[in-house]
T-cell receptor, first 118, second 108 residues
Framework: GAVVSQHPSRVICKSGTSVKIECRSL??????MFWYRQFPKKSLMLMAT?????????EQGVEKDKFLINHASLTLSTLTVTSAHPEDSSFYIC??????????????FGPGTRLTVL | GENVEQHPSTLSVQEGDSAVIKCTYS??????FPWYKQELGKRPQLIID?????GEKKDQRIAVTLNKTAKHFSLHITETQPEDSAVYFC???????FGRGTSLIVHP
């Protein structure tokens, strides 16, 4: 099946710093990538949808200047949490979808990144 | 937008019993309904999915049913085992929207 990697798997940073998370599709071209945030014992909340070569579409309530998303190639999307604060601590998961999955919107998940802001 | 409701939030069963988790959705244009199993700290794993052109799909001990008229779909796990214990999420996927999750606990 399709493989999606995410890096780093875990990051601890100081308040006020920026953190970049990478999401890569390893064996297919991801025309669309999704970024989710998950709090402990909660569901996955869609933050934004990014299509290769265009600006990301953010869900209501998600600050686009806070969570910068770049989808510059068909295999890589990045999420940058700018000026991170403790309330940004969470589990961030990306997923990817290629042309072959576009009809029924199947998606493949990365392993997630645990962000802790001190 | 899409709204997905999932019940129950917690389900506790004895090993060997069946477990049923139900979801409803609001967007009649949704055409793909996956179910994911997520263990603590790990990514969601697709366990079964159903497309809008079928009403039921089965894979060994797992089955999913879909009622498009009523806009609801269900996950059925038979002969549950302790390793089935996890959080299960349904999703309705024209725009990916997840249910709140069901914590399944299977007691040996």
């Amino acid at each position: 099946g399709a493989v999606v990697s995410q890096h780093p798997s875990r990051v601890i940073c100081k308040s006020g710093t920026s953190v970049k998370i990478e999401c890569r599709s390893l064996d297919f071209q991801a025309t669309t990538m999704f970024w989710y945030r998950q709090f402990p014992k909660k569901s996955l909340m869609l933050m934004a949808t990014s299509n290769e070569g265009s600006k990301a579409t953010y869900e209501q309530g998600v600050e686009k200047d806070k969570f910068l998303i770049n989808h510059a190639s068909l295999t890589l999307s990045t999420l940058t949490v700018t000026s991170a604060h403790p309330e940004d601590s969470s589990f961030y998961i990306c997923s990817a979808r290629g042309l072959r999955q576009s009809t029924y919107n199947e998606q493949f998940f990365g392993p997630g990144t645990r962000l802790t802001v001190l | 937008g899409e709204n997905v409701e999932q019940h129950p939030s917690t389900l506790s069963v004895q090993e060997g019993d069946s477990a049923v988790i139900k979801c409803t959705y609001s967007d009649s244009a949704s055409n793909y309904f996956p179910w994911y199993k997520q263990e603590l700290g790990k990514r969601p794993q697709l366990i079964i999915d159903i497309r809008s052109n079928v009403g039921e799909k089965k894979d060994q001990r797992i089955a999913v049913t879909l009622n498009k008229t009523a806009k609801h779909f269900s996950l059925h796990i038979t002969e549950t085992q302790p390793e089935d214990s996890a959080v299960y999420f349904c999703a309705a996927s024209r725009i990916p929207t997840f249910g709140r999750g069901t914590s399944l606990i299977v007691h040996p």
